[in-house]
């Protein structure tokens, strides 16, 4: 237990920043700081009183209920992305159809072209059957080579047949591809839409919610949500999850975890990649794209396409995964921390590995 409590007072060296960098406004330059637990106001209001006026929540159970509301926006968001990214996917697979309808066409032409100087060749010849031409003829010599030669010209002919007929089917094919692709990307864009609009909506809600309360309470609902993350943190911490995690960053990961890092103060948007504003999944992909290897972007497709790893095995620049949705990410940086965009209001920052659900820890450079 010795070992953990040590390990865990030096993994919560980079938290404090959580107490600073959660709070909206921040300039990006502030970093570290003497790790400690959230201090108390001069005067708090219970947690677990009920605030005055209709409804008689306390304030502990509106931060529960604005967290769960920024989750749902969060688990929105990132269906969201992934529709965008389907949606680009099928625009980018449209035009390359199109390009080929349009090459297709044009050989067709060509083809057609050819066929018809073959027809006009054999009109030229009278059209005569070769046993009649060998009757005609002056020079039976004379009449077997032309008819090699008019054997080869049949085959080209053809062939020349048979590939007609093949681009017209290809072209066929790719009209029933092309219509297909379209219904995908309307039914794409349908999702985006509905996605877009649940994330507005669980985001009105919350900020409805936090709008209701006084300077007093809203300083005092970003405390209580340091307060919880610190205690989520502690308690992991003291289940020894970290004792055997001492994994070394690749050369990719340095870039990665230098590139999330240098983002913290940037404030949280939705749907958002940089370079002013960033979602979660939005600082990871840069993250990793910045050190040079692309990853999905969203984080339920980085759960299910990038390999998991142990969490013991678990290295600077290793994606963690949160919650059973997989809704949300950060990446670990090292000593029990990872960064991470945390939700609308507030910025990216350090926060403890440990202080969400964890689902799984991927890994981008495998």
Known sequence: MGTVRRRGASSLVLLCAMAILTAPGLAA?????????????????????PLPGPGGKSLEQVRKDIEELYRQAGTATDAYNLAEAETKAQSDKIVEIANLVVAGQERITTLKSRAGAAARAQYR?????????????????QFLDGAGRLRQGEKATSDLLSELSRTQS???????????????????????EDSKKQIQEKIKAAEELESKL?????????????????????????????????????EAGKRA????????????????EGPGSFDCSGLTSQAWLAAGRGIPRTSQEQLRLLPKVALKDMRPGDLIIYFDDASHVGMYVGDGAMVHAPRPGRNVTMAGAGSMPIKAVVRPDA
Do not use: C
């Open 214 to 250: 006084e300077a007093e309470e809203k300083a005092r609902l970003i405390q209580l949500e340091q307060e919880a993350q610190y205690k989520a943190q502690t308690a992991w911490l003291s289940t020894g999850a970290m004792k055997d995690v001492n994994g070394k960053a690749t």
């Open 29 to 49: 330059g502030v970093a570290y700081a003497t790790p400690s637990a959230p201090a108390a106001p001069a005067s708090p209001r219970d947690p677990a009183a």
């Open 257 to 272: 975890v230098q590139f999330a890092t240098a983002q913290m103060g940037k404030p949280y948007e939705w749907g958002a």
């Open 170 to 192: 290809e072209l066929q094919r790719y009209a029933q591809e092309a219509s297909d692709r379209w219904k995908t990307l309307e039914a794409n864009r349908v999702k985006q």
């Open 125 to 141: 010849s009278g059209g005569l059957p070769p046993g009649a031409q060998l009757a005609l003829s002056d020079s039976p010599g």
